[in-house]
């Protein structure tokens, strides 16, 4: 179970990471919201959730 449940935070940091990536913020905006993900990967989750660059997805 403790498997699935790291696997799923894995995803979800992957993810998130590629968002931030994809996102209109400065370079070293999106450097610290990454270290942030990778370093703490529940909490930083949660905080880019509700905080962090979203992706811009107009064209």
């Not at 403790?2 to 590629?18: E, Q």
């Not at 909490?43 to 997805?57: D, M, Q, R, S």
Request: net charge positive; no cysteine; charged share 10%.
């Amino acid at each position: 179970m403790k498997f699935i449940i790291g696997l799923i935070i894995f995803a979800l940091d992957v993810w998130a990471i590629a968002m931030i990536i994809n996102s209109n913020a400065e370079t070293s905006t999106k450097i610290l919201w990454i270290a942030l993900v990778a370093f703490l990967p529940v909490l930083g989750l949660i905080i880019w959730w509700f905080a962090g660059p979203k992706p811009n997805y107009s064209a």
